[in-house]
């Protein structure tokens, strides 16, 4: 199957260029992402830490991510061509594990459960709309910028970067962190948790604190007012009312 920006991928991460190291770089991931979600069932049962848990294992993830960035000219000094892949198996790989782990935590978080009645088919209708939603932007982003970009390659190698204004890049600036919003907050209706719902309702301040401090900041210094306009005029997660017609478009054709 050919993915987009997978070959560029591979020019830095030489695993990717054979079967068996990209069997062992799907092994890591999953290994990461199954300890993650054994912590939270393990805690889950203890009174009052399901919540604590999430605050806990997302925030490690996004520091974990956050030294991607700030630690790029070290590894460059001392990793020389392979600075980019060390980084991303040190830093974001398993920050990236610690994120999932805790977006999926969201469907089975423990703790008080919002009462039956007529909002719980609601919360199970908005619960699946959303996932669904989230999902397929995913997809469909993957699609149009590429793994490449997925993999923030970019950040270590800037000039095989560009600002993408087009396709939904035109309607969201950050569609795989609203994909990831979406997922979260619908895993927490389907799961009717009322710990879990609280937690998905801050999750979009966290992410904009994120990419405020640490990947939008880096985005400006690489490309300048160029993406200081670009900010302006496109919004991170939700779209505009008017756009709403083109970003449900873009999940169905892709276009």
Not at 10 to 19: D, F, I, R, W, Y
Not at 40 to 60: A, M
Not at 103 to 125: C, D, K
Request: charged share 15%; with cysteine; aromatic share 16%.
């Amino acid at each position: 199957m050919n993915i987009k920006g997978m070959d560029s991928l591979a020019k830095h991460v030489p695993e990717l260029n054979s079967m068996g190291g990209k069997l062992r770089i799907t092994l890591y991931a999953l290994g990461l992402f199954t300890l993650v979600n054994v912590y939270f069932i393990l805690t889950d049962n203890i009174p009052t830490w399901s919540i604590d848990s999430e605050i806990i294992i997302s925030s490690l993830g996004f520091l974990l991510l956050s030294f991607f960035f700030s630690r790029k000219q070290a590894y460059k000094e001392k990793y020389k061509e392979l600075a980019y892949r060390n980084a991303f198996a040190h830093y974001a790989l398993p920050g990236l594990g610690l994120i999932f782990g805790a977006v999926a935590h969201a469907g089975y978080m423990n703790g008080p459960f919002v009462p039956i009645g007529w909002w719980t088919i609601v919360f199970l209708a908005l619960g699946w709309f959303m996932v669904c939603v989230g999902a397929l932007l995913w997809v469909r982003s993957v699609q149009t910028f590429g793994v490449d970009n997925l993999t923030l390659l970019y950040v270590y190698y800037p000039e095989e970067g560009q600002i993408i204004d087009s396709s939904i890049y035109s309607i969201l600036r950050h569609p795989i962190y609203a994909s990831a919003i979406r997922v979260w907050m619908g895993l927490a209706l389907l799961n009717g948790n009322a710990n879990s719902i609280i937690f998905s309702i801050f999750v979009p301040l966290g992410l904009t604190g994120w990419i405020r401090l640490v990947e939008e900041k880096e985005l400006i210094e690489r490309f300048g007012q160029s993406y200081a306009d670009y900010r302006k005029r496109v919004p991170a997660f939700w779209p505009r009312l008017r756009d709403l017609g083109k970003f449900f478009k873009f999940l169905l054709t892709g276009g």
